[in-house]
Structures are given as structure tokens and as C-alpha cells.
């Protein structure tokens, strides 16, 4: 069984089809999506969990779970209304994660002291709360800057919480990857590894222990190599568990136990998977 450890399947690129999206899901062998629960800014925030809820249950439709948070160019929007939303959100049992957080420097948007602030107001909503965090973190192109102001804010205000998280969409080099292990993190994989000009991150990806991994989509966007371009889908996970197969030299079936195993491992959950 694999995970889709990230998609966006609240996305208005899913209206017509959802269904079909997450039953060719379940064909491909994909067993879980944790869907996020960012949507256009706070007063989406729940539609993740409501997807879970409309799908849970019905067969031939992978396992939901879902995440609230509030993204770095939404900042601005973290106010009390939507902070007092989301830690309603994660007070859900469907909601196992405060995601996607963090800090975007690549696009013009929220000021980097506001992305902070935001940034630290949910940290101390996802402790109270006890859930592992989501962590979107860009720099600026060539730069370091977001991944240096990330571990500063990390180190000061989750480190110490004993919760742990996902370097969602990993693009950093191998010091960032170093970086994130040492505070427990698991490193999640997307699409773009597949990519042709990949090989710096296919490098570190090769590094990274196989369980301290996860793989995603971050669907509706990032599709795979073969499918640039096109939308995304849970379904095309199966691509990067297979390229992040050949980097350790082990069997796309070893890549999605293990990828599966670390996700329960991370949010607490069983799958029945015996080992
Ligand atoms: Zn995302």
C-alpha cells in the first residue's frame, strides 16, 4: 500500500470528477491521502475534512485523512477568527495534521515578518493540539533564506514540544535535509523528483534514510515527469515511489511499506500491515 502524503483534493480541478480521481487512486494501489486543508485561505480550511467525510467509508475510495492550516501568503489572513477555526479544525480526529505552514520567499506575496508571525501563532496551535505540522519552506531562487528563518522559528518554537513533522515538497539541498532529520522530521517526496534537471535533489533524496521518508503528489500540481504539465493526481505517487526505489536500490513494494510505516508512525495510526 502506498500514501499520498499530500494532495490538495479540495482543488475546483477536482469538482467533476473527485470520485473517479480517488477510485483510479485506489486501483494504483494508493491506500491513504491525507488531503490539506489550505484551500484559497482560512475560510476554506475545512474543506479537506469534508471531503473525509463524504468519502470515508465508501469502498473502492483510498482512506481520507485530512490537515488545516493556514499557507504563508495567506499570513495576513491568521487572524483570531481564523486561528480560533483552525484549532476547532484539529480538535477533529480526521484532522491529523497543522499543514500546510511555513515560509514562501520564492513568490511575491505576504511580508517575511507576517509569514513568521503566522507561522509561530499556529505552531502553538498544532502543540496545544499535540499534531505534527506540514511545513511548506521556499527560498528565494539560489538562496537559503526561508530554510534559515524556518530552522530559527523551528528551534524556538517546536523543538521543544517533542512533536514532529514533514518537510513537505522537499527542495532543499543536503544540509536542510540534515537539518530536518535532527529535529525528527520526515522528508516527503514529490513529483519534481522525477523531473530530468532533478539530479541535485535525486542526490540528497538518495541520502535520506528510507524511514525518514514520505511520498506525495501535492496534487493538483508537481505531476510527475511523464505527465508534466497535465493535472496531478493521487494516483501518480506510484511514479516517485518508483524513482525514490531506484535512488535506495530497493523494490517500489519496500519503498511503499516503509513510506506507509513511517506516516502511521508519524500521526499514530494503524493500517494493519503486520509489520
Ligand atoms: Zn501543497
Redesign the pocket.
Known sequence: MLIDS?A?LDSSRYTDDREVVLRRASEAGVGAVLA?G?GEGPSEMHQALDICRQFNGKPGIPQLYASAGIYPHNAPEAEDGALHKLDALLSEPEVIACG?IGLDYYHQGAAHPVQKEGLIAQLKIAAARKRPILI?CRPKEGANDAWDDLFEVLDEHWAATGLRGVM??FGGGWEQARRSLELGFLISFAGNLTYPKAQPLRDVAAKVPVDSVLVET?AP?LAPAELRGKRNEPAFVTQTAQTLAQLHHVSPDEVAAATSKNFARLFNLSFGMGN
Open positions: 499530500h490538495h490539506i489550505i500546510e511548506h513537505h515538497c501535492d500540481w
